[in-house]
């Protein structure tokens, strides 16, 4: 293909996408860091961007590099023909492209894991476990006793026990962690080890709304400013988050998305 109609298949990729979330070129210019002017260029398909700068509005767009540029060259590999699958036929290629290790999903209070989680292990037809959840049942109380009671000591050894007991037989499942978990070493790094890490992504903001929209208001409570404490515990695990393989981020985008990224993300690295 030659030059002009390769930049000119990108342009057109980057102005549906662009569309599709109801942005304007202005929106779109301020996410990515491009200038409007330049923009204005790639979309036309007259602005010959460098890989870099393509993998910002990628990320701006919140799809693939691959999303952009699949299927425009004149030669084709595995990832334009897995890009070019849809429906069911696309759902089995990837699956068959994940290796039959547990998926680990990893965020704060309110990042959805419970709830992609379930949507996500039901695509790959395997188990779905909450790990605080079987810490009570281990402990054979509410997670606030075992706090109340042991302790966060307590709550780590029954957290590596039950991890080590959900992940230590390879078995294929998604399993949503407890939104501290990166705090322990010993644990998130058994995590690491033995599952396939995913970081759900969101605004502090996001986190408040989505906690506070399922009736739990003990983030808030007695707390002159929640969102700038729930930012403090966000800036202190990033580190530890951003360890996960992939990052997926999670604000305005619809659970099937978000379990199409996982799953297409986690195919394509491997």
């Known amino acids: 293909m030659q030059l002009p109609r390769l930049l000119e298949g990108i342009g057109a990729r980057v102005r549906a996408s ?25 979309e ?30 004149v030669h084709a590999d595995d990832a334009d023909r897995l890009a070019s699958l849809r429906g069911t036929a696309r759902e089995r290629a990837i699956a068959a492209a994940l290796p039959p290790r547990p998926i ?29 959840a079987r810490v009570e049942e281990r402990a054979g109380v509410r997670l606030a006793e075992v706090f109340e009671f042991g302790g966060p000591q307590r709550y780590r050894e029954l957290e590596r026990a039950v991890a080590t007991d ?19 070493t010993d644990t998130w790094g058994l995590v690491r080890r033995s599952a396939r890490t995913v970081w759900l992504k969101a605004a502090p903001a996001a986190h408040l709304a989505r906690v506070e929209a399922q009736g739990d208001t003990r ?52």
């Open 18 to 42: 662009r569309s599709a979330r109801g942005w304007t070129s202005a929106d779109l210019a301020r996410r990515s860091g491009l200038s409007p002017r330049f923009l204005y260029a790639l």
């Open 44 to 73: 036309r398909g007259t602005a010959n961007i460098s890989v870099e700068r393509l993998a910002e509005v990628a990320q701006a767009l919140e799809v693939s590099v691959t999303t952009l540029v699949s299927g425009l060259s």
């Open 104 to 132: 680990a999903l990893v965020g704060l209070r309110g990042a959805g894991k419970s709830t992609v989680g379930r949507a996500l292990a039901a695509r790959l037809g395997c188990p779905f476990a909450e790990l605080d």
């Open 166 to 184: 959900l992940l230590s037989g390879g078995t294929p499942c998604v399993l949503a962690t407890g939104g501290s978990i990166v705090t322990d």
């Open 219 to 270: 983030p808030m409570r007695g707390r002159g400013d929640a969102l700038a404490e729930l930012e403090a515990i966000l800036a202190g695990r990033t580190p530890g988050y951003a360890q996960a393989e992939l990052h997926v981020q999670t604000d305005g985008v619809a659970i099937e998305a978000l379990v199409d990224a996982i799953i297409g993300g986690l195919a394509l690295t491997g």
